[in-house]
């Protein structure tokens, strides 16, 4: 079986999520639904950088990663910091954001999509830290990630 482009996958999740979200909503209130959903969403995105470190856990393997999540245009960025200790860029243009608001979900975008970076990374190698201040999918004008090896 052919994967599917990330972008892709997250619109097909998109288009289930969406109602159960609602529902849990209706049933539990909003901020709970939030938390059951994140949760779930988290644990989904550690076992897919347990997943992808299967393969190797270095900066060098964390690349291969941010490759599979600009596949078919679904990210574009600028690479500010490339050594073996880090991997900083910032991302100009997110189809996910633009996804989820064409179906009119941009208020479960980051949810759905940003939420699960600290846990992929987490999964992949607890010894590289993520820090970002800042999405797209919120508003600001960039995404601005920064991995690097821990007491670096």
């Known amino acids: 079986m052919i994967p599917l482009p990330l972008l892709q996958q997250r619109e097909i999740e998109a288009g289930v999520i969406a109602p159960l979200f609602s529902a849990f909503a209706a049933e539990v209130g909003e901020p709970r639904a939030r938390e059951i959903v994140g949760g779930v969403i988290r644990d989904l995105a550690k076992r897919a950088g347990c997943a992808a470190a299967a393969h190797g856990n270095g900066i060098t393997h964390l690349k291969r990663v941010v490759e599979k999540w600009t596949e078919a245009g679904a990210l574009e960025l600028t690479v500010l910091r490339d050594t073996p200790d880090a991997f900083e860029f910032d991302v100009t243009r997110c189809r996910f954001a633009e996804m989820y608001a064409h179906l009119g979900l941009a208020d479960l975008g ?17 010894d590289i830290a993520l820090t970002r201040t800042q999405t797209i999918m919120e508003g600001a004008t960039h995404c601005d990630f920064r991995f690097r090896k821990r007491g670096t």
């Not at 980051?110 to 607890?126: E, K, V």
């Open 110 to 126: 980051g949810l759905l999509s940003c939420a699960r970076d600290a846990a992929m990374i987490d999964g992949f190698n607890p």
